[in-house]
């Protein structure tokens, strides 16, 4: 085997050994995380809410397919207790936590004052307020052993505003501020904190909204994903997940050991206006 050859197939299992938890992962981006992870060797604990055996079918596939252990925890990420609840369990089955990826979010659209208060708190719980419930569960480890990585999914909506997504826009600019005062706090200790801010990603999720759009205006799905979807977003196509999930998984790397307290946009050139 050459030189070249032996360094891409440690490259590709470099996170071999090491424990991460995704939140919000039995679908879309988050899922697609956890796999990129796990096909680098990271044993995964899973977050998310979904139907049990699909749930459960889904860890047997990331077993077989990449030889890591994968587990599930069903922690309601508006709740702090559940959240350390599923930290103490990663731990306790696998090892003590290396790699945080706080994926997990909700939104809601309308405008200022007609945003129903219930909805306001449950956006700032599950999309601010957890982000920092889990970094506070494994920061003190982290520090410990001297290696980690925290990487909060946060959006383009966490570096710019759009009308009608006050409590979402509020949200995600905390998450970018929280992961600047985590990676300062943190960064004599070997544990990076940073932001990934996707503008849109094709996910099901989305797809299902193109085709609602689509119906409802009389428009094709196209026209729809052009003029309304993509309007903002200069690439005029969505994001992968893959794309995503290789931009947090570079956050995870040796390599990325100085890249700390960064909210790095994957947004096709959303943000650069």
């Known amino acids: 085997m050459s030189t070249t050859t032996a360094a891409a197939g440690n490259a590709a299992r470099d996170l071999g050994g090491r424990v991460a938890i995704v939140t919000g992962s039995t679908s879309g981006i988050g899922l697609g995380i956890a796999e990129a992870l796990a096909a680098r060797g990271a044993a995964v604990m899973l977050n998310g809410f979904g139907d049990a055996g699909a749930i459960e079918a889904l860890c047997q596939r990331l077993r077989a397919e990449h030889g890591v252990p994968v587990g599930y925890h069903g922690a ?3 709740q702090p207790e559940q959240i350390e609840a599923m930290v103490a369990q990663a731990a306790a089955q696998f090892g003590p936590v290396d790699i945080l990826v706080s994926n997990a979010g909700i939104q809601h659209v309308a405008a200022i004052e007609e945003f129903p208060p219930a909805k306001w708190d449950a956006i700032i719980a599950i999309n601010l307020s ?3 419930h889990a970094t506070r569960a494994v920061l003190a480890g982290m520090k410990a052993r001297r290696w980690g990585r925290i990487v909060n999914i946060a959006s383009a909506h966490g570096l710019i505003g759009s009308p009608f997504k006050g409590a979402y826009v509020a949200a ?3 998450v970018v501020g929280f992961t600047k005062v985590t990676a300062l706090e ?3 200790f070997g544990v990076t904190c940073n932001a990934v801010c996707p503008g849109y990603v094709w996910t099901p999720l ?10 409802a205006h009389g428009l094709s799905e196209e026209e729809v ?3 309304v979807f993509l309007a903002e977003q200069p690439s005029r196509r969505f994001a992968e997940v893959s794309e995503v999930a290789a931009a947090v998984t570079y956050l995870c ?3 990325a050991g100085s890249v700390t307290g960064v909210a790095l946009p994957v947004d096709g050139g959303w943000t650069a206006h």
């Open 76 to 78: 309601d990420m508006s």
């Open 130 to 132: 957890a982000v920092f």
């Open 172 to 174: 995600k600019h905390g």
């Open 186 to 188: 943190a960064a004599e």
């Open 206 to 215: 989305v797809a299902g909204q193109v085709a609602a759009q689509a119906a």
């Open 225 to 227: 994903t052009r003029k």
């Open 253 to 255: 790397s040796a390599g």
